[in-house]
């Protein structure tokens, strides 16, 4: 069974840095697709960013030149490095794979604030 766990939120101020980290475990395919998502209050989840066991990334256009997604193949850990933090960035945020089947993270709690 797989499992994923998120680490790394907590409050930064604006302008501010945070790296998030997704931590593996079980039985996963080395083909594979991981990504972050979020979901702030009132709002639906919105995929952040993508990247593929070929290491293809992609980002939403909201935090283009700002986040940066990456993986560890060695320690099974997806990261998410985020720089010039805006409060509209403030959600929890969550990994998933796609392969064995859809799985998703806990999330972790970014709140970006003043």
């Known amino acids: 069974q797989v499992q994923l766990v998120e680490s790394g939120g907590g409050l930064v101020q604006p302008g501010g840095s945070l790296r998030l980290s997704c931590a593996a475990s079980g039985s996963i395919p080395s083909i594979n697709t991981m990504a972050w998502y979020r979901q702030a209050p009132g709002k639906q989840r919105e995929l952040v960013a993508t990247?593929?066991?070929?290491?293809?990334?992609n980002y939403v256009d909201s935090v283009m030149g700002r986040f940066t997604i990456s993986k560890d193949n060695a320690k099974n850990t997806l990261y998410l490095h985020m720089n010039s933090l805006k409060p509209e960035d403030t959600a929890v945020y969550y990994c998933?794979?796609?392969?064995?089947?859809?799985?998703w993270g806990q999330g972790t709690q970014v709140t970006v604030s003043s």
């Open positions: 998933k794979l796609d392969f064995p089947s859809v799985s």
């Open positions: 990247i593929t066991s070929g290491g293809r990334k």
